[in-house]
């Protein structure tokens, strides 16, 4: 049996930065959407007679029938561009959510790695753990160009104000001369905070060459592979 189809429908979106729109979606058909935060939903649409299935990282913890997602248009694609489009009301086919980018459990001390949309899984696996009760030392190494681009930057200064086991590092390649933050890419970033220790968990999203290299970086320290989650958007 396959996974059944829904419509997903819009409810409103809004720039949240430069080609960067957060939307939020319900289901009618259903009272409650049920998913472990960090799945994705599997969008599908004909584009000039062509079934067209795209992914995208659901961007909050679970809530009735309401997802939410963060996306970035990229330039001369086909989905994300029609997405932009979309008005109030407008729905989309929908399989999902899907996937296997969830927190491993027990959760450990963990390093979670992002850039740029990378970001979407993590705010809602964050919110579900931090205000669920998550005791676990998590630290958020957040790498994006410039500092316009660091989205959900308040929410999650304001999770590391409420929580002292979460810590948040955003990390900027082409900052300006006033920023005082962390610098450069994430990788470099997350090296430093693993140090010596081999018993954290590291999860990272984002684009391919960032998580490969991450990827490769740990396996050369002599992380164990069961101990890095992650999940590619190319
Ligand atoms: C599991 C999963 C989850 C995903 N979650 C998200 C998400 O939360 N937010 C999001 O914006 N995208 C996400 N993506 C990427 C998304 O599925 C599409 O690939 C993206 O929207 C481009 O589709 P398109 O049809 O517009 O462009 P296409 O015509 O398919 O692609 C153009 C090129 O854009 C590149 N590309 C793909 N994704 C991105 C990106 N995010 N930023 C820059 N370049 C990209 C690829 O190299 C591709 O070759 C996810 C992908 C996967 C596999």
Redesign the pocket.
Known sequence: MGVAVLQARLVESHLIAPE?RHFTFDVPEVEQLPYLPGQ?VSFSRDFEGKR?T????T?SAPNGNRFE??????Q????????FTMEPGHTVDMKGPL?Y?TWRHPVRDSILVAT???I??FRGMLTAYLSGGGEQPITLVYGVRYEESLLYRGEFEELARNYPNFRFVPTLSRPDDGWTGARGHVQAHVMEIIGHRRDMDVYICG??LMVDDVRGRLKEIGVDRKQIVS????
């Open positions: 960067v994705f067209i795209r992914a995208y990282s961007a997602l963060c996306l970035n248009r990229v001369d694609g086909i989905f994300s561009p029609w997405l996937g980018f740029g949309t990378g979407a899984p684009l391919k999940e590619k958007y190319d």
